[in-house]
């Protein structure tokens, strides 16, 4: 990964960057739409691509149990399997297994989790997670963490955040020892919950394995926390992080929260709010959202958003 | 009139025949739009192709007429085509490029309906049947300014002798009202869109004739007078095509007699609102009742001379999953199950013919990482699926100055890029993604335009060829009739569906007791095992994964 900043904002830790990956450049900051299944809903990798957009998000767990990763090897990796040209990142799988699955057990030794399709229990590793990353090929990986809830209060935080570390380390370890360290880049993801001082610890212990890592990523946010509490643990954390890392704020989708977050030094950010929202026929237009199922929309013939017409 | 259609060719040379041979002809449109027909005709729903936004249908080369039933929009009062914009317009298509035809209801929907009256037509859309008047129907049409207008027609199926000669007559009765010229829009008569007559007569061809006899006719002396400006002789004088269906000698009764020089056109039924009104105890028609496929098509070009089809059929087969792959004249070399093994297979073979389409649902398409088309296809697809290509890099958004060129294209990407895979829309049809319709109606749209060149390239030649080559096509390729389906064929469609649902469900097989594949695949079904097959897996992986999958799931555990 190539990682340079351009340019600097002269009262916020904003800044515009361009990191250069195996697919291409992607400027910075930059929103992910997520490819949840392999495809931005809706739309065709061609349609995404006219878009402008040179990086979207793919999730492992979805893409490991439909199409598999043998489908996935098959194809030669996620790129030519979607057909998209330009640069890649996949989840860890580890927010689906506490979002989606109920009965899903942390231990030391991974995620053990009940496979939502035949039931039986299944373990899901550091080392597998980065394993299936690895057959799925995106540019940017994301270790595995251990996920808690940003609403959960307790030793549990401490024990996530302190292990998230620990995985961490597994995760480098195979990544490196994997020889795709020069295609693929393993992100750090900073835990610690609504707490401080754990996210204190956790920052300095990643902010140590800074060599081995190609970026960072603030996780365990954007549940239901105040706001208030949301910018602080931001700009506590890139306050921490090294400069010369992409800073990837997971989560964010909001125009407001992705603008704090900007200011406050984040270069990137996914959600499935824009895609999700379009499907519930709403359009975000730079007079804020528009809600096109209702009747009092009818009447109204203005594109819906004048401003983003090209100027030709 | 906005149109005018040059009969081209007739095949056959033959007097007898040749009213109702093969022909081949040239529609030109007065914005510049060209047609050879015989041709497609895309239909829309709430004016838009179905899964494709307005960049897939300009990505669509084969789009060019473009039918817009306006019984959708009537949830709305009053409609959005009356609040000032025309149809093309308001609905994003490109007056260069498309025409648009506008009908009161959608002729591929056979639902059972209320009964239409004297003064109006019952209408479907989404909050129910309406009611339409004639004058609300003329009304609509001025303001929504279509290329082409299809007449309201009183075609429900009716029962008795006396309620057959009704719908004759309010036919006739309703078109003269449609041309009625108005003292306010005299001026505007020169852009008076041409005119589908859609023939009534219903499965009583003494009806039909009669209906085209009517058309014939000298006009009633109070029709002179209403029509003056018009300067007709009869009816028929005022419309450029006829929308027929039936089967082929119900279509020979609509049309014998009238002016050959006039469009002919046929719709399709949607297969799923097919239904026989109960009360009328009508049973079916045999023959061609609608278009199933290309071998309907066929037979309605070499027996009728049939010039437009509505594409409803092609984008009912992508929404089930099916990639059509079959071409025209079809392949020169026998039938061979030996090249289906592996990846890029044709088709499957069932008895002796082969299917003219892939069921994407099917498992044998999980790994096969192959274009939509098998590798032994002479066709080129032209769709975006099959020969995707990035967009040039001014027409990519530049959302700042940063990515502007040339730092945006120092790694150029390449302008073709490798087709979309079987592998790639299996998954997404079984992960419910949108983008499989999408990226199946625009290949399927592409395939039956490029099997209709091949009928025309095939027409143009000399005569006889056409004929040979719609046998050796009915040779290769399977039509499907229901007398065909043997129990054993029965047996593998259900082998599939059931390891469609395995997979859906990884290994546990849930199909619940009486799904219905056995009625789907002997009675209620299209008769097409391709189709009935991609149908049943299309609603088992709908209902697994659908809305309330999971609280059915609960239900059940």
Known sequence: MQFEIIARCSTTRARVSRMTLAHG??????????????????????????????????????????????????????????????????????????????????????????????????????????????????????????????????????????????????????????????????????????DFKLRDRCLDAMVDRKDDVAGYAIGGLSGGEEKDIFWRLISQCTAKLPEDRPRYSMGIGFAEDLLVCVALGVDMADCVFPTRTARFGVALTRKGAVNLSKKCTLLNRHPTDIATRRQS | MFLSFENLSSASSSSSTSLFGPRLGSLVCKNGVKITTPNLITPTSRGVVPHLSRDNVLRTQSISWIHVPYESFLECKPPIPTLGLSLHDLLGFRHDRHVISMSLRDLSDGREMPSNAAKYVSAWCIRGARKVTPEEYRRYTSLAKPDIVYALADVQPVASQKRLIKSVERTAEWLVQLLKPCDAEDNAQASAPSIILQMPGGQSNQARSAFAHTLIEPLHPTDVHTLKPLRLSCLDDAISGYAVDGSIEQIKASLDGLNEKKLRIAHSTTFSTLTIPPATGLSPSTGVDMIRGPHDMLDLIRDVGIDLFGAEWVIKLAQWGIALDFEFPPPQAPINSKIDSGSGTSPKIRGSKRDIGHNLYDVRYRMDCTRLLNSNSSVTCPCFTCAPSSCSSEDVIRHSRVDDPPLYDLKSPPRSRTPHTRAYIHHLLHTHEMSSYALLVGHNLAIISTFLQGVRNSLELSGGQFNAEVDKFFEYYASGEHESIYPSEVAKVEAVVEAVVAEATEGEVLLPQGSGVRDTLTGKGTGILLFDEARVCHAEVERLRGKGSLKRDREVG
Not at chain 1, 93 to 111: D, M, N, P, R
Not at chain 1, 154 to 162: F, K, L, Q, T
Request: aromatic share 6%.
């Open chain 1, 25 to 194: 450049p992607t400027m910075l900051p930059t929103f992910m739409p997520v490819a949840t299944q392999a495809a931005i809903k809706g739309l065709t990798p061609e349609q995404v691509e006219s878009l402008g957009i040179t990086l979207i998000l793919n999730n492992t767990y979805h893409l490991n149990l439909r199409p598999g990763i043998d489908v996935l090897k098959a194809a030669g990796g996620a790129h030519e399997f979607q057909g998209w040209n330009h640069n890649l990142l996949t989840d860890s799988g580890g927010f689906q297994l506490v979002s989606l699955s109920k009965f899903t057990t942390i231990t030391e030794e991974g995620a053990l989790f009940q496979s939502p399709f035949t039931g039986e229990p299944t373990m899901l590793t550091p080392e597998e997670s980065i394993s299936i990353q690895h057959a799925i090929g995106a540019d940017i990986i994301m270790q595995l963490d251990d996920v808690v809830s940003s609403l959960e209060t307790g030793p549990r935080v401490a024990e996530a955040s302190e292990r998230s570390v620990r995985w961490l380390d597994r995760c480098i370890n195979y990544h490196k020892s994997s020889g795709k360290d020069d295609r693929q880049n393993l992100f750090a993801i900073v835990q610690g919950g609504l």
